[in-house]
């Protein structure tokens, strides 16, 4: 089983730029996917970026230009970079492992504990 720990997050201005991180420990290879997801307070979650062990990404079209996942192997940190953030991008931030495909299914993801955003305008 994988681990992971987002030790970011925090308040930012809208406009402004944040890095979150995700360690990530324990046994993976190839291929797997990893997702940053994220619930606002009263909707549900939704996955908004993933990188799968081929180097392809994909983002949900609400943060496309504005977000970029990335992952530091010799760290073993998925990182997710924000930028031009909004008020509506306040929410928890939750990283995610997953063996094999992108399926996005949450029983089969691992799951860190979550981070919390807040833009504020």
């Known amino acids: 089983q994988v681990q992971l720990v987002e030790p970011g997050g925090g308040p930012v201005q809208a406009g402004g730029s944040l890095r979150l991180p995700c360690v990530t420990s324990?046994?993976?290879?190839?291929?797997?996917?990893m997702c940053w997801f994220r619930q606002a307070p009263g909707k549900e979650r939704v996955v908004v970026a993933t990188?799968?062990?081929?180097?392809?990404?994909h983002y949900v079209a609400s943060v496309k230009g504005r977000f970029t996942i990335s992952e530091d192997n010799a760290k073993n940190t998925l990182y997710l970079q924000m930028n031009s953030l909004k008020p509506e991008d306040t929410a928890m931030y939750y990283c995610?492992?997953?063996?094999?495909?992108?399926?996005?299914?949450?029983?089969?993801?691992?799951w860190g504990r979550g981070t919390q955003v807040t833009v504020s305008s």
């Open positions: 324990g046994n993976f290879s190839a291929p797997y996917c």
């Open positions: 995610t492992h997953e063996t094999g495909g992108c399926t996005g299914i949450p029983y089969n993801l691992d």
């Open positions: 990188l799968k062990s081929d180097g392809s990404t």
